[in-house]
């Protein structure tokens, strides 16, 4: 058989052919595990169908209907028999694990006469019709594309019509007239026929199956993480066991550990009288794992075993799906558990204790997003939270943010920039791009498993499930619960760590580092080589980044020290100077200023070099806006005087004259960085002055600090050459002032393609070069950062013409090249050059693979993601 292979033939590591379910049933069945029997249709199979223009490839049907023939003998039952009907689930299975994102349908097989068939041989009618609509459903759903919620209306209008409020009411006859019904809908809507003939509809499933691996929701999860369209499903059909035959029947599924915090604890949710997704689709909200323990002790020690065993494995934790028939324990998938950052950390640390894996590993099992997410929010104080509902805590962190209720709303506000919550009764893989706008997620139904939980703990987003008391009216667009109403735009909290919902927005804060990280950092730095570094503009930030780890600021902006509401005046009156001697007068008072900005740095990272940017932004940055000058200025104008004091249009009108003096058509490319500073050297004569003052007085206080002076924006050697004499002239001055000589180095940020062409000449004049990533981008593509993303830069990622956004992912191919070359020329000209990159990159795990791969010192990056840098340097080692 050319394009199919039995379980029992394969094993886990022919994921890329078998895909990720079908390799593991394999597994599993090669082990001896209680694993219903069956065969993949293989990724071949499903490359040759597209390759064929969306056509069965030659002899698959023949391989298939062979396959079926063995697992008949397996079975003792017969496909399409109207005493022993073989049934089967066709199930989707990608290499890549895609949860929910395709369509499996389960008890194919059934026809109008099979079903008598099942009836008799079970002695269950009501069990037997129950899948048979359940397949009519699937079908009509997968195959025909007809909406799921057209039958559940009918059901659901059947029921309510005989005053029956549970399914479990519905009787034999009652599911027979449903089916009539379900096949009416499909023929209504689609004008096709149910199959009567069991292998047409075996062929059609299989055909549907490989068409849903191009479905929207398919596509959109390939897009968010990465997976290549070529990669294609596998597709397995497997016998069908059945939860849903009785009390001692029923199905679920367990996570070896505690997908929340990590707990080696057997954790899970478990239906009776259920089947397939009636767990996760939250129909029904499920009991947990535990009860099973009191109502069938055996299957529970059968299923902590056979979980425990699975484990152990895999070397990692599981999430296992389980059928319980008549009293027997089936497993039907397993796959490395979806877990939240908290748990991933923990269950990584544990697994090293416990001997099954090493710390390398346990470093190499820990996802970037799953720090970030770690690095997650949290509730600042609890008192005076208005708490109105609780639900399952699904994934932690918290947000705040506006209740939307369905998630184009959720998509279209969030594009416009608004924070919203996704509040819903439940959601299925066609809202995942309203979970991917939402800041979080509240769902009225399911569990832990459910779709939404699952979805959001892979996202890193906060989510609460099962908020049972939530009564959700779609048409009003709004919910009540509790005689509390909330509409939609109502800004509402969420707790994901607790279950709780919020009324009204909550002070968010920062998170911290528990053991379990701290313990996996401490392994990260044993094995990294490259440097950790952060960018930080005060000192709060900067003791946090070194509570994170960070070994120095790699980037210390001045510009924002010019902001703040106290010295902004001085700063425009430095501005607004006619001349030298007004503008030292002001600069005269801000001097002092600075130089207790930098005292603060310098000590909080004592022992630790401190990169200091001269200023760089373009002066107007600092001056109000025109449009809201003119405004001002007519409005006094107008107004008459009366409230105002005599000088103030004068002074606007001066204010306008220089912003129009200022005014640049493209100011990223105009008079900034050491452009400024050469034309004004009395703007940096004062920083150079403040930074050597403060570190004077850090040093007479027995305090050993390092300051790093950066010159930003050179693009030619004689800037840097000009500006070196001039901090160089003003270390003098300082140093006799003060009578004592403080060590400091000089660099520069390398952010012009042409400092980076010309790094051999610059590096004489440098001690450091800091690659400055974001103008550095910005520059070599010729993207204005402030206005591509809106534009253009969208599109060219979401068409594929870029492979991501390069200011998001450093681009290696060009602007890599330019770090590259830069390094080795500056080495080459100055042996000592230190080299560094900050920016946004600093943080990114693929853009730090590469800064190790090209031999720079270290990275700089925010201070929350300096834990993430860390790990991703030890990853870039393994
Ligand atoms: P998904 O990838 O969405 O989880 P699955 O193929 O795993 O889809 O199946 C959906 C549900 O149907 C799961 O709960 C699974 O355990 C159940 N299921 C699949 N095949 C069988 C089978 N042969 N017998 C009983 N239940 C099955
Ligand atoms: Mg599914
Ligand atoms: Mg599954």
């Known amino acids: 058989m050319k394009w199919v292979m039995p379980f029992e033939a394969g094993n886990a590591k022919l994921k890329e052919t078998l895909g990720g379910k079908g390799a593991n049933l394999a ?24 390759a064929a223009g969306k056509t069965m ?19 003792q039952e017969t496909f399409g028999d109207s005493e022993r009907p073989l049934l089967v689930s066709v199930r989707s299975g990608s290499v890549s694990s895609m949860p929910g994102m395709m369509d499996t349908i389960l008890n194919l097989g059934l026809n109008d006469v099979t079903v008598r068939g099942l009836a008799r041989q079970t002695g269950d009618e009501r069990f037997a019709y129950d899948c048979y609509r359940r397949l009519v459903q699937m079908f009509g759903n997968v195959v025909f594309n ?30 027979m007239q449903m089916i009539d019904q379900y096949k009416a809908i499909i023929e209504r809507q689609t004008n096709r026929v149910f199959p009567q003939n069991v292998y047409e509809q075996l062929a059609l499933a299989v055909d549907a199956v490989f068409r849903s691996w191009n479905n929207q929701r398919a596509i959109v999860y390939r897009n968010l993480y990465n997976i290549p369209e070529a990669q294609g499903t596998a597709v397995n059909v497997q016998s069908m066991v059945f939860g849903n035959r009785g009390d001692d029947s029923g199905t679920g599924v367990v996570f070896t550990r505690n997908p929340s915090t990590g707990e080696a604890v057997l954790f899970g949710e478990y239906l009776t009288k259920a089947q397939g997704e009636d767990v996760v689709a939250g ?69 090293e204790q416990e001997g099954l894996i090493t710390k390398e590993e346990a470093l190499q099992r820990i996802e970037m997003e799953h720090l970030n997410q770690l690095l997650h929010r949290a509730i600042e104080g609890e008192d005076k939270l208005d708490v109105i509902a609780t639900g399952l805590p699904a994934s932690p962190g918290a947000a705040s943010g506006m209740a939307v209720f369905d998630a184009d709303t959720a998509e279209a506000w969030g594009r416009s920039g608004k924070k919203v919550i996704l509040v819903t009764e439940e959601t299925s893989p066609e809202d995942i791009h309203g979970v991917i706008a939402a800041e979080g997620v509240v769902t009225s139904r399911g569990g832990m498993t459910s ?18 008391k939530l009564r959700i009216n779609d048409e009003e667009r709004a919910f009540v619960v509790d005689g509390v109403r909330i509409a939609e735009g109502d800004i509402i909290s969420i707790d994901g760590a607790t279950g709780r919902l919020i009324r009204g927005a909550v002070k968010l804060r920062e998170p ?77 008072r801000l001097l002092p200023m600075q130089r207790a900005d930098f005292d603060g740095m310098l000590r909080a990272m004592e022992g630790l070099p401190v990169t200091i940017r001269l200023l760089d932004p373009p002066l107007h940055e600092f001056l109000p806006n025109l449009e809201e000058l003119l405004l001002r200025h007519q409005a006094l104008v107008l107004g008459g005087t009366a409230n105002e004091p005599e000088g103030e249009q004068k002074r606007l009108e001066q204010l306008i004259r220089k912003v129009r003096q200022l005014h640049e058509s493209n100011p990223m490319l105009g008079h900034r960085g050491c452009r400024l500073g050469i034309v004004f050297p009395e703007i940096y004569e004062m920083q150079v002055e403040a930074i050597l003052l403060a570190a004077a007085d850090c040093k007479r206080d027995g305090v050993d600090v390092r300051p790093d002076i950066m010159v930003p924006l050179v693009g030619h050697v004689n800037e840097l050459k000009l500006m070196r004499e001039t901090i160089e002239a003003v270390a003098l001055r300082v140093q006799e002032a003060a009578g004592t000589a403080v060590p400091f ?3 520069t940020m390398i952010e012009v393609p042409r400092a980076a062409l010309t790094a051999k000449d610059i590096a004489q004049y440098a001690d450091f070069f800091s690659f400055g990533t974001n103008d550095l981008t910005q520059m070599t593509f010729g993207y204005s950062r402030d206005d591509a993303e809106g534009k253009f830069l969208t599109h060219y990622v979401d068409t594929k013409l870029l492979p991501a956004n390069p200011f998001e992912v450093l681009d290696e191919d060009g602007v890599g090249q330019l ?45 929350y993601r300096v834990p993430l840098a860390r790990i991703a340097a030890a990853q870039a080692e393994l």
């Open 451 to 468: 779709h939404a939980a699952v979805v959001a703990r892979g996202m890193g987003k906060p989510c609460i499930c099962g908020c049972e």
């Open 27 to 50: 597994e599993m069945t090669k082990a001896g595990l209680p694993v219903p029997p069956g065969f993949t249709v293989t990724t071949d199979a499903c490359r040759a169908f597209y």
């Open 146 to 175: 007809v909406e799921s919620h057209m039958f559940e209306h009918a059901l659901k209008r059947y029921k309510k019509d005989r005053g029956f409020t549970e399914d479990g009411e519905m009787t034999a006859a009652d599911w």
């Open 283 to 351: 129909v029904r909200t499920p009991l947990a794992v535990a009860l099973l323990q009191q109502e069938m002790p055996v299957v529970y020690d059968q299923l902590l075993e056979t979980a425990q065993r699975l484990e152990r494995h895999y070397k990692d934790m599981q999430d296992i799906e389980f059928t319980v028939e008549k009293g027997t324990l089936f497993i039907l998938q397993t796959r490395n558990g979806k877990r939240t950052a908290k748990a991933a950390v923990r269950i990584a640390v544990q697994l």
């Open 57 to 75: 490839p030659n002899g698959l049907l023949d391989d298939i209907r062979q396959a079926m023939t063995e697992l008949e003998a397996k079975k």
């Open 819 to 863: 770090i590259d070359l830069a390094v080795t020329k500056g080495r080459a000209a100055n042996p000592t050059l230190k080299t560094g990159v900050c920016g946004e990159h600093g943080g990114n795990k693929q853009s730090i693979l590469f800064c190790r791969a090209t031999g720079v010192d270290y990275v700089s990056c925010s201070p």
């Open 745 to 747: 180095r000089i660099g």
């Open 512 to 588: 911290e580092i528990d053991g379990d990280l701290s313990q996996l950092l401490e392994w990260a730095d044993e094995v990294r080589t490259l440097g950790v570094q952060a960018n930080a503009d005060n000192p709060e930030d900067a003791a946090k980044a070194r509570q994170f780890g960070a070994e120095g600021i790699g980037l210390c902006r001045t510009e924002h020290m010019f902001m703040s509401q106290d010295r902004l005046p001085v700063v425009q009156e430095m501005i607004l100077a006619e001349n030298e001697t007004d503008r030292r007068s002001a600069l005269a």
